[in-house]
């Protein structure tokens, strides 16, 4: 097939998108497609003379917020040219801001081009954190207690701070509403640190979305197409799972399948399938869970682009399930292709 793949983007998780989209790149071409990459946020290729990929560590690195932004109207116009309309699906290596949020989905949808991942309702509604927190409640999924801060000035209310200390008992986490990759996360053990915390999710969004830090064990579950993959216990050195622990080799320890008892798996399993549902989800997602002492298990997110790099969570758990990367990769393509024709 002819597929297009984005990545790159003008996220804070640039870096990761485009190992995400190297590995993906190798596998379509091992696979025998016939494949172009550019990043969005400026429209130029990603591939070298030779039709290499230009991976993350060949490539500039830049701060959040610092790479040129390509207008809604450019990029609706570039999306639904002839060009773009001769690929047969796009392959969506984006994580975070524009790619992750609804935004290229909802282009992509109005061009009816097939893309990979969920559509744009379902992009957007698990891109904010606090929307699925709300559906989780309403459909009596446990998750930790929450309350969200909009601050459109820049200047943290003192009000805000009152707030938190009156809701929440320490040690909690403070994250940005709208992010991922755990960039500008948090975990809070001092009243004094709250408004440094604050600071720092603020220089992602400005929305930030406070919630009960849950002491137990950190489990995910893949899921493609209605297929649950093996769960994973998350174990990172530092004791939380930021952003150096998930993407620097040797932080952190994985567990595939996860020591739980066989029961608990297939309850965590069903809540991803509920969770998948009620969001609208597509093609490869992944749920994440926090297990008490007790048992209880509380639902964090939903992740509807997640990571495809060689320490990624997804393409670990596949492979444990006898699935191997390129075997991933072309099911969700096949995914892809199958939804845009039962649309």
């Given at each position: 097939m002819k597929v297009l793949l984005l990545a790159g983007g003008d996220s804070s998780e640039r870096e990761v998108s485009l190992n995400s989209?190297?590995?993906?790149?190798?596998?379509?071409?091992?696979?025998?497609?016939?494949v172009y990459a550019i990043d969005p946020s400026s429209g130029r290729s990603l591939l070298s003379a030779e039709g290499k990929f230009i991976t993350g560590k060949m490539s500039v690195n830049v701060e959040a917020g610092s790479v040129p932004q390509i207008g809604a109207?450019?990029?609706?116009?570039?999306?639904a040219g002839q060009e773009l309309r001769d690929f047969e699906v796009v392959f969506l290596a984006l994580h975070g801001g524009k790619g992750e949020n609804g935004s290229i989905q909802n282009l992509l949808e109005l061009a009816q081009i097939p893309f990979t991942g969920s559509d744009m309702k379902a992009s957007a509604i698990a891109m904010d954190k606090a929307t699925t927190k709300r559906l989780l409640e309403s459909a009596k999924i446990l998750t930790p207690k929450w309350a969200i801060y909009k601050i459109t000035t820049g200047v943290i209310p003192i009000d805000v701070?009152?707030?938190?200390?009156?809701?929440?008992?320490?040690?909690?986490?403070?994250?940005?509403?709208?992010?991922?990759?755990?960039?500008?996360?948090?975990?809070?053990?001092?009243a004094q640190d709250i408004q440094k915390a604050f600071e720092t999710a603020l220089k992602e969004s400005n929305e930030t979305l406070v919630e009960d830090y849950i002491k137990g064990r950190e489990l995910t579950v893949p899921v493609i197409d209605g297929q649950a993959l093996p769960v994973i216990e998350i174990i990172p050195k530092s004791g939380l799972y930021d952003y150096e622990a998930k993407y620097t080799k040797g932080k952190t320890e994985y567990i595939v399948p996860a020591k739980i008892p066989a029961k608990k798996g297939k309850e965590l399993q069903k809540a991803v399938f509920k969770v998948f549902e009620i969001v609208g989800a597509s093609g490869l997602a992944r749920v994440d869970f926090i297990m008490t002492k007790s048992g209880k298990s509380y639902c964090l997110e939903i992740n509807t682009l997640p990571g495809m790099t060689d320490l990624s969570l997804s393409p670990m758990a596949a492979k444990a399930n006898g699935i191997s990367f390129d075997q991933l990769v072309e099911r969700i393509v096949d995914s892809a292709v199958q939804h845009f024709k039962n649309r």
């Amino acid at each position: 097939m002819k597929v297009l793949l984005l990545a790159g983007g003008d996220s804070s998780e640039r870096e990761v998108s485009l190992n995400s989209g190297a590995a993906i790149f190798n596998s379509l071409k091992k696979l025998g497609h016939d494949v172009y990459a550019i990043d969005p946020s400026s429209g130029r290729s990603l591939l070298s003379a030779e039709g290499k990929f230009i991976t993350g560590k060949m490539s500039v690195n830049v701060e959040a917020g610092s790479v040129p932004q390509i207008g809604a109207m450019a990029l609706a116009k570039s999306i639904a040219g002839q060009e773009l309309r001769d690929f047969e699906v796009v392959f969506l290596a984006l994580h975070g801001g524009k790619g992750e949020n609804g935004s290229i989905q909802n282009l992509l949808e109005l061009a009816q081009i097939p893309f990979t991942g969920s559509d744009m309702k379902a992009s957007a509604i698990a891109m904010d954190k606090a929307t699925t927190k709300r559906l989780l409640e309403s459909a009596k999924i446990l998750t930790p207690k929450w309350a969200i801060y909009k601050i459109t000035t820049g200047v943290i209310p003192i009000d805000v701070i009152k707030d938190v200390k009156k809701k929440f008992k320490l040690p909690f986490i403070v994250k940005p509403n709208d992010g991922g990759s755990t960039i500008g996360l948090t975990k809070v053990t001092k009243a004094q640190d709250i408004q440094k915390a604050f600071e720092t999710a603020l220089k992602e969004s400005n929305e930030t979305l406070v919630e009960d830090y849950i002491k137990g064990r950190e489990l995910t579950v893949p899921v493609i197409d209605g297929q649950a993959l093996p769960v994973i216990e998350i174990i990172p050195k530092s004791g939380l799972y930021d952003y150096e622990a998930k993407y620097t080799k040797g932080k952190t320890e994985y567990i595939v399948p996860a020591k739980i008892p066989a029961k608990k798996g297939k309850e965590l399993q069903k809540a991803v399938f509920k969770v998948f549902e009620i969001v609208g989800a597509s093609g490869l997602a992944r749920v994440d869970f926090i297990m008490t002492k007790s048992g209880k298990s509380y639902c964090l997110e939903i992740n509807t682009l997640p990571g495809m790099t060689d320490l990624s969570l997804s393409p670990m758990a596949a492979k444990a399930n006898g699935i191997s990367f390129d075997q991933l990769v072309e099911r969700i393509v096949d995914s892809a292709v199958q939804h845009f024709k039962n649309r």
